[in-house]
Nanobody
Framework: QMQLVESGGGMVQAGGSLRLSCTAS????????MGWFRQAPGKEREIAAA????????YYTDSVKGRFTISRDNAKNTVYLQMNSLKPEDTALYYC?????????????????WGQGTQVTVSS
């Protein structure tokens, strides 16, 4: 089993930045693709960004391209999401997820482990 714990969420003004972290325990993440998903009130959970197990390939949903950066440090069992130029529409509960494959997926059902989420609130 793998446990994922997110941190770094908070409240920020539009245009500000936050850095989310997701630290795994129980298993190492080096053979897992990782994803950051987000869920706004009344909406479905959607992919924000994903990264292969090696870190060589990443995916971003269109609305965050150029503003968010996903990265990982396998030695620290941690994945990061740097979020810049935040907008009110980025407000959501952000979840970290691990997929027992080396390649990322945009499909939440294909991820095996999930964290509890960290809240990001962007005020205008």
């Amino acid at each position: 089993q793998m446990q994922l714990v997110e941190s770094g969420g908070g409240m920020v003004q539009a245009g500000g930045s936050l850095r989310l972290s997701c630290t795994a325990s129980g298993r190492g993440i080096s053979m897992y693709a990782m994803g950051w998903f987000r869920q706004a009130p009344g909406k479905e959970r959607e992919i924000a960004a994903a990264i292969t197990s090696s870190g060589r390939s990443t995916y971003y949903t269109d609305s965050v391209k150029g503003r968010f950066t996903i990265s990982r440090d396998n030695a620290k069992n941690t994945v990061y999401l740097q979020m810049n130029s935040l907008k009110p529409e980025d407000t959501a509960l952000y979840y970290c997820a691990a997929r027992a494959r080396t390649d990322w997926s945009t499909t939440k059902a294909l991820y095996d482990y999930w964290g509890q989420g960290t809240q990001v609130t962007v005020s205008s």
